[in-house]
């Protein structure tokens, strides 16, 4: 397959639900190029891709199609590719693995990624280290003025600085935790014996809190204070070990080709 036939994924580098789907493509081996406009601009770009549909990335370029939103990219990928599967061939398990990749799409994602993005508006330093590691090259140099930008790009666009939403938002982040931990009791995987969108989704949205080493942050990427002092009496639960394990054991790495696309 040419570069030029290669999907495009339309990303941000750290979002979570970028994750989702960056997973799903490896899991599948789907070769393919990124783009990672400068977030803040991509509102733009999303809403040109999909003619006013979404707003936000991910974004994914399939047989002439823009899909939004990492659900309904994950879908058109499991009938553009069924194998390896991450829909249950089982009626019941595949029904239970939709409704929990709703469950973690709605209840979770929004708000650790609120509660992230607040506590760095109150650790400039680190915030400032983040962007020199995470932002565009064009900007990653400037990493003082990028990051000042981003704390008024991300209390305007997630409502970081508001004391009252951090609050809820923690408090969302443990509901959805225990939740996850309850939904696994003694087995392996959310949804059936084997991994599946369920697990997928979990794991993507939770990656802040569990700092996988194969997750999209370098293992030296700087936290916000009060997001370790929240993460720091966590680490230990069961729920935070099976998102490093599924991480581990089911988060296959991008093929070369791919790689070298993103950063053309």
Partial sequence: MSDNSLPILWQIDISHYSEKARW?????????????PTPGAHIAVALWLTRGAHYTFPV?????????DSTAIIAALEARYPEPPLYP??????????????????????????????????????????????????????SGPTAAYARLYTALRFRAGDPAEAEWSRAKVLTALDRLEAELGDDEYLAGDSFSVADLT????????AAPEEGPLRPDSPAAKGFEEFREPLLDRRGVEWVREMFRRHRKPVKARAVAAAAS
């Fill in 24 to 36: 799903a493509l490896a899991w599948k081996g789907v070769e393919h190029r990124r783009r990672s």
């Fill in 89 to 142: 061939a089982d009626a019941e398990d595949r029904s239970r693995a939709l409704a929990l990749e709703g469950f973690f799409d709605e209840e979770l994602g929004p708000y650790i990624r609120q509660l992230v993005w607040h506590e760095f508006g109150s650790d400039r330093e680190r915030f400032a280290e983040l962007m020199a590691q995470t932002a565009p090259p064009q900007l990653a140099r400037f």
């Fill in 60 to 68: 994914l370029r399939l047989d002439g199609r823009n899909i939004g």
């Fill in 202 to 209: 979990a794991a993507s949205l939770f990656y802040p809190l």
